[in-house]
């Protein structure tokens, strides 16, 4: 098997999970039936309940990682191995010893290779801080980061200036914001600037509110036209968006203030999209910030609503839906989805959130649901009706948490040699 045939396993995979393509139909892949029991990752915990064709991943682990030699020393290569381990990990109900051991012998392979092209390292670099955050080891990914923006030109300081964030406020105030700056010999870095048609990209829904200002507004007017003015390339914008996904991981509570230190890292990417990827996870991105204002609550439903829609349309046009998706930090169509149905609990829409994970099988949600409606049984009914099609150490758990009966947790103990965590 050849090593482009891995990657096209890898990149079919990541379009019908993340970008909302259609699987191929039944027999329309050369697979034997029981090719995903026959390569399983060996400690490991089963795979989620909606990922699709997961033999294309585990044909693209076998090529791109089991069978690549330990001298490789081509960092396209080790990129591709440490993309498919990070894209396993995300797939899996619970972490694997094995694939952190072998993503981490790629990670560090690939850190002793340094004559290559600047996109190239920085492509891997990005690629190492998301494994590290995967991980939840938030000081290597940001070391990782720095790498990447020295490869890209970018510097990003944090600072203070004076500005308004509301229609009616009198006396400016200091707010957070970034001072990004590209290096002297940026050239190269702006060719690689491009213009995408914004109709084929979800829609930036604006903030209709009678008090709060879509943006800060800066008493220094040069702050303002330079914030304006920011324009990054794809890779630039990588690294700002990976930053903030590591920002998020030392949060414990997300509040406004939270908000308000994270937000500016989303802006550069929003006002100047540069690859569908990134534009989509900053629009979901700010959607979870601002589901938690009284507020921007609303814009926050109805900017989710339309990115599920988005993903949901069938790819066409002139835009590159893979271009710069893993290191996007894009989630999931089903946890997008499910991201929606969250939204609606939290708003006390729990019967339209019901609809949502009984469809996606997010039975720890689902048992959230039954008990506000006071029906907890039909929690049970739901996760015994699944294990009369297939028995998992999850299942049993989730019964236990459904019926409060010890014995569900010694079961899934037992079915899982004493490896599940839960």
Known sequence: LSYSTGVAALQTFVSINWLGEQPPEDGALPFPE??????????????????????LLLLAKIILVDCVRETCDDLSVLTWGLRCCGLLVSVLDERSDILHRQSSEIVARGERLEKSDPGLRALFHLQVARHHCLYYRVREAEKSLDKAASCVGLSVAETG???????????????FCLEIKTTEDDQSYQKDVIEIDREQLARDVRLEDELRLESIKFKDSERSDREKAVRLSGLQQAVLICRYSCK???????????????????????????????HLAGLLARSKLEAKGGRTVERSMAQMETCVENIKLAPGGEVDRLRLTHVSTLPPLWEVEGSLGKLLLSLGLTKAGLEVFLKLEMFDEVIACYTLLELRHKAAEVIRQRLEEKETAKLWCLLGDATDEMDCYHKALALSNNRSAR
Request: aromatic share 6%.
């Open 34 to 55: 029981n090719f995903s029991h026959l390569h399983r990752v060996e400690d490991g915990d089963s795979f989620v309940n909606n990922v699709r064709n997961i033999e």
């Open 161 to 175: 200036a004076l500005g308004k964030r509301t229609i009616h406020q009198v006396k400016d105030v200091a707010q």
């Open 248 to 278: 998020m991981e030392t949060v414990a509570v997300v509040d406004s203030l939270t908000s308000e230190e994270v937000l500016p890292y989303l802006a550069p990417v929003l006002s100047c999209p540069q690859a569908w990827a990134l």
